[in-house]
C-alpha cells in the first residue's frame, strides 16, 4: 500500500510540473483587424479622394457607400503589396463582383495593374458597401477610389466635359433605343469605355472616331441608362472633350 501512494505522489509532482510549463508558452500574437474605413458620401468633401486600408488574411475590409443621387460610378482599388484584390458592390439591389478589371478601367488616381478589380455602372440613391477581399484569401493593404457624376447625356445631345488624372469624363448615357453611337472628339487624343448591364457587355474603342477620337457602335442593346467614361490616351493628360451619343 505504501509503494502505491508514493507512486501515486510522483505522478502528483510530474502534473504538477507540467501545468506549470504549459503556463510559460507564450499565446500567438492577435491577428491583426482592419480598422472600419469611414463611409464614403457622394456629396461629402473627401467622395472622390482615395482611401488607403487593409484586408485581414481569410477575411474582407467593407466600406460604406452613400448615394444622395442617381449617379455614374466606377469604383477601382489596387494593392500596394501587388495582391490580387477582389471587390464586391451589394446594396439596394445591386450585387455586382469584379476581380481582374479591364485595362480600360485604368482612370484612377493610382495605376491599376492587371489583377486589379473595378467597377463602373448606375447607381440609384441609396446605402451600398463596397467589399475588398484578397483572392488567395491572403491579407493585403488597399488603395481605394470612388468616382461619382450625374452628368446625364441623352440620345441625340453631347456635352462639353473636362478631364484629367484621376478624374476622368464620367457620365450616365441614355440610350433611347440601344443601337446608338457613343462618340468623343477632343483636341487631346482619348478613349471611351462604356459598360451594357442589361447585356453585361463591355464595350471600348480607341481611334474609331479618326483623327485619334473613340467612336463606339451599340448593336442589339435595348434602351437603359449606362455609364459611359472617356479619357486621355496617356493618363496624365489632360484637357476637355465633347461627348455625343448619335
Known amino acids: 500500500m505504501g509503494r502505491r501512494a508514493k507512486g501515486a505522489g510522483v505522478l502528483g509532482v510530474i502534473a504538477i510540473v507540467a501545468v506549470a510549463l504549459t503556463g510559460c508558452i507564450p ?67 445591386t450585387d455586382v463582383q469584379s476581380d481582374d478589371a479591364s485595362g480600360d478601367l485604368d482612370v484612377f488616381a493610382f495605376e491599376m495593374r492587371s489583377r486589379d478589380p473595378g467597377i463602373a455602372t448606375v447607381l440609384e440613391p441609396g446605402e451600398y458597401t463596397i467589399e475588398l477581399g484578397e483572392w488567395g484569401d491572403g491579407s493585403t493593404r488597399f488603395r481605394l477610389q470612388v468616382l461619382t457624376s450625374t452628368t446625364t447625356v441623352a440620345a441625340g445631345s453631347a456635352a462639353e466635359l473636362e478631364f484629367g488624372p484621376g478624374r476622368p469624363a464620367l457620365v450616365i448615357a441614355s440610350l433611347g433605343a440601344g443601337d446608338e453611337a457613343i462618340a468623343v472628339t477632343s483636341d487631346i487624343d482619348t478613349t471611351l469605355w462604356a459598360y451594357v448591364p442589361a447585356s453585361d457587355e463591355e464595350y471600348r474603342d480607341d481611334d474609331g472616331g479618326g483623327d485619334r477620337n473613340p467612336r463606339i457602335q451599340l448593336i442589339g442593346e435595348s434602351p437603359q441608362d449606362i455609364a459611359v467614361i472617356a479619357t486621355g490616351y496617356d493618363r496624365d493628360d489632360s484637357g476637355t472633350l465633347e461627348l455625343r451619343i448619335e
Open 27 to 93: 499565446a500567438p500574437p492577435p491577428v491583426p483587424q482592419p480598422t472600419p474605413a469611414a463611409p464614403i458620401v457622394q456629396t461629402g468633401a473627401a467622395a472622390g479622394e482615395v482611401r488607403e486600408g487593409f484586408v485581414p488574411a481569410g477575411g474582407v475590409s467593407s466600406v460604406a457607400l452613400t448615394i444622395d443621387e442617381r449617379a455614374a460610378v466606377a469604383i477601382g482599388a489596387t494593392s500596394p503589396d501587388d495582391d490580387d484584390l477582389t471587390m464586391r458592390l451589394t446594396g439596394a439591389g
